[in-house]
């Protein structure tokens, strides 16, 4: 069963850093690509970042650019999220989902940016 | 960088209704098109994949058509909890996207 389980968030203040980790199960998870996806307080869905299946390739958001880096430890089954520089508009609940279709998602991380 | 539309964004149906949800893309995406199903408190889940597959374990009363630049979601004969809100996401090109949703309640 495949299973994806986010952790690391909290509430951080403006100009601060957070690093959010997903760490996966249940598939080989060297194999495929990955994705950060957030989603503000009654908002709808944001796609913030890829990471491929080596960690070779990265793609972000013109939103989260300069500011959010994406990574990858295969012999962990994680993938991480390392997010500086953050802003009111950075709060949302962030989920990891599998794959370039977003076939699985984790039940996600809620980032809260507030003094 | 491409642009989604989705339409519309709430809808009102009642059950054994028939309703289609548009998603409309600025550049040519093929079949790059999947659908989302999203319950409040809940994350998303996969019920399109390709723009008109349908994942295994979702019911048929739920289909995709579409190619291009302009897609549908459609439900047949809707259900009580078929109500929610619901995505759609082309991962043509970087950087993806998402469209703005749709909140489809039922009488």
């Known amino acids: 069963e495949v299973q994806l389980v986010e952790s690391g968030g909290g509430l951080v203040q403006p100009g601060g850093s957070l690093r959010l980790s997903c760490a996966a199960s249940g598939f080989t998870f060297g194999t495929y690509s990955m994705n950060w996806v957030r989603q503000a307080p009654g908002k709808g869905l944001e796609w913030v970042s890829y990471?491929?299946?080596?960690?070779?390739?990265?793609h972000y958001a013109d939103s989260v650019k300069g500011r959010f880096t994406i990574s990858r430890d295969n012999a962990k089954s994680s993938i991480f999220l390392q997010m500086n520089n953050l802003r009111a508009e950075d709060t949302a609940i962030y989920y990891c989902a599998r794959h370039y279709a977003h076939d699985y998602w984790g039940q996600g991380t809620l980032v809260t940016v507030s003094s | 960088e491409m642009t989604l539309t989705q339409s519309p964004a709430f809808m009102l149906a009642t059950p054994g209704d028939k309703v289609n949800i548009s998603c409309k893309v600025s550049?040519?995406?093929?079949?790059?098109m999947n659908w989302f199903r999203q319950k409040p408190g809940e994350a998303p889940v996969f019920i399109i994949q390709e723009a008109t597959t349908l994942v295994p374990g979702i019911p048929p009363r739920f289909s995709g058509s579409g190619y291009g630049t302009d897609f549908t979601l459609t439900i047949n004969n809707i259900e009580s909890e078929d109500a929610a809100y619901y995505f759609c996401l082309q991962h043509d090109n970087f950087p993806y996207s998402f469209g703005q949703g749709t909140k489809l309640e039922i009488k």
């Open positions: 550049q040519d995406i093929d079949d790059d």
């Open positions: 990471i491929g299946g080596r960690g070779d390739t990265m």
